[in-house]
């Protein structure tokens, strides 16, 4: 029984030092970008290339690779499929095209997201933020 409880005991340590390197992992600029696709309520674009994404909890800034000039035309809709996963928290995780009022979308392709921090969002001009 001292071996088995020894065993898990060691199997406990590895897992918590696993978790401890998941929580710093997460305090980092990496992960601190997570939202759920739920909390996701307004969008603005400035350029082909940027979208600015309002969710609960704060604004998130996505750059685009493959952007679209129709992102500022009037009457579009940024359209996000929904994958098996409905937290975003990396560039891979958003599925985006541009959609007008007759359905025609044109996808996009972002290469990073980034949580803008208050004073980011102070600097959008009031006309581009989401």
Not at 14 to 22: C, M, T
Not at 24 to 43: K, Y
Request: aromatic residues 6%.
């Amino acid at each position: 029984m001292f071996r088995a409880s020894s065993a898990l005991t060691g199997a406990m340590a590895v897992a918590l030092a696993l978790a401890g390197g998941s929580a710093l992992a997460a305090s980092g600029p990496a992960t601190h970008n997570c939202f759920f696709i739920t909390e996701w309520q307004g969008w603005s674009s400035p350029s082909p290339t940027v979208v600015y994404l309002r969710v609960n909890s704060g604004v998130y800034r996505v750059d685009l690779s493959v952007g679209s000039d129709r992102l500022r035309s009037p009457g579009m809709h940024l359209v996000s499929k929904l994958n098996d996963n409905s937290s975003i928290c990396n560039p891979l995780d958003l599925d985006l095209a541009v959609a007008d009022e007759m359905g025609i979308q044109e996808p996009l392709i972002a290469k990073a997201i980034t949580k803008l921090t208050p004073d980011e969002i102070a600097a959008i001009p009031h006309k581009f933020r989401p």
